[in-house]
Nanobody, 115 residues
Framework: QVRLVESGGGLVQPGGSLRLSCSAS????????MAWYRQFPGKQRELVAQ???????YIANSVMGRFTISRQKGQNTVYLQMNNLRNEDTAIYSC?????????WGQGTQVTVSP
């Protein structure tokens, strides 16, 4: 059974930076896609960024130029570097992957951007 464990959330001032990490355990193979979603209160989760095992990335327009997703080749740990954070980035950030046809989520980590 694959499990996702996130870390790195917290409180930061506007303009600051945070780095989120997500490690997947339980898979002997490199997961094809790993992604970060976020959820605002009362809203559905939205895709922030994703990366394939080949290194191809997608970044949402709302965070383009400020957030970067990365992972080491052959590893099932993904990072989300968040720079120049804004109040509107405040959300619960969750890691996502697909394994054997099922979508899997991490427990989520709170990111709060506030003066």
């Amino acid at each position: 059974q694959v499990r996702l464990v996130e870390s790195g959330g917290g409180l930061v001032q506007p303009g600051g930076s945070l780095r989120l990490s997500c490690s997947a355990s339980g898979s002997n193979n490199t997961l094809p896609v790993m992604a970060w979603y976020r959820q605002f209160p009362g809203k559905q989760r939205e895709l922030v960024a994703q990366i394939t095992d080949g290194g191809f990335t997608y970044i949402a327009n709302s965070v383009m130029g400020r957030f970067t997703i990365s992972r080491q080749k052959g590893q099932n740990t993904v990072y989300l570097q968040m720079n120049n954070l804004r109040n509107e980035d405040t959300a619960i950030y969750s890691c996502y992957t697909a394994f054997q046809g099922s979508g899997l989520w991490g427990q989520g980590t709170q990111v709060t951007v506030s003066p």
